[in-house]
């Protein structure tokens, strides 16, 4: 398909979003896991990276050479890069501080995020759905974190919103870049910056490793490869606010990892917050999703 005519399916793009989830989930566990075993967040990130690359560039050369890793859009790129380090910063660091079903659930107060930045941002008008919306969702936040006594640290609740506002806004640019990139083209040219940035500290975090250590590093650089990929291609074929359903899907696999791997449950405050911040996303998606076709039937020729 040519890069520059994107098609809307959402079935298309809902299945590939599921996917990807999955993929991403896979890779939280492991990037715990790791930490949980002393390797450094700017090693892990790095090598994350620095496997997708050869991966990359073997599907690019195997479908139609490297001319599909051609931009005009450098600029932007460079701008998703920023991006996307600090994303990958604040959400990996969320993993390493917080159990991950309450990572897990933060990250999904990132619609929640989008509508606040429409609001400061875009001068969109939000109506009282979707600020209903918000307040439910920093509600269950509430019950989630508990500020005044929570059972973990504040600031790895911190981290995880910052991780999720820019969910919010690279999912908005990466729809944007996908107007006229391919995926493999967005994905790899991130991966790329990201190793150029991470590789100066590696001199400085990197420590000798067992067998097992960097099998756990090939597993996420493969799983975050494979989510990156796939929740990119869904954003090519289908809308933020449709496809990002497809996100809540985490919760029952770090649910699961928590419990198999680390042994440990949520709490009875998450179960109770969990759905609140769900709900506050799905109203949000509902509501835009509303909008866009009261939009695009007011600006269809009329029978």
């Known amino acids: 398909m040519d890069a520059s005519s994107p098609r809307d399916r959402p079935n298309l793009a809902l299945l590939i979003r599921l996917a990807g989830i999955a993929g991403f989930a896979t890779m939280g566990a492991l990037i715990k896991l790791a930490s949980e075993r002393g390797i450094h967040l700017a090693e892990i990130i790095f090598w994350r990276q620095f496997i997708s690359l050869p991966i990359l560039l073997a599907w690019v050369m195997a479908h139609g050479g490297l001319a599909m890793l051609a931009t005009r859009r450098p600029g932007t790129h460079a701008v998703r890069g920023i991006y996307g380090m600090i994303g990958m910063i604040f959400n990996f660091g969320a993993v390493i501080l917080l159990p991950l079903a309450e990572a897990t659930t933060l990250n999904f107060t990132s619609p929640i995020w989008a509508v606040i930045l429409s ?7 939000v109506g009282i759905w979707r600020w209903s919306a918000v307040l439910l969702g920093f509600s269950g936040i509430l019950l989630i974190a508990q500020p005044t006594g929570g059972h973990f640290p504040l600031y790895g609740t911190l981290v995880a919103l910052g991780g999720a506002f820019m ?24 991966a790329a910056m990201s190793v150029v940035v991470t590789a100066p500290f590696l001199p400085f975090v990197m420590v000798p490793h067992s067998a097992q250590d960097w099998l756990l590093l090939l597993g996420i650089g493969l799983a975050g490869t494979w989510g990156q990929v796939l929740v990119t291609a869904a954003l090519r074929y289908g809308a933020v606010s449709s496809v990002i359903v497809m996100d809540y899907s985490s919760l029952v696999w770090a649910t699961l990892f928590g419990w198999l791997i680390f042994d440990r449950l949520p709490p009875g405050t998450t179960w109770l917050g969990a759905p609140l911040v769900v709900a506050a996303g799905l109203v949000i998606a509902w509501r835009e999703h509303y909008l866009a076709r009261q939009r695009a039937s007011a600006a269809s020729p009329s029978a």
């Open 119 to 125: 609001t400061l941002l875009l001068r969109e008008k």
């Open 167 to 190: 969910i919010a806004l690279i999912s908005i640019q990466i729809r944007d870049l996908s107007r006229t990139e391919r995926p493999v083209t967005i994905v790899f040219w991130f």
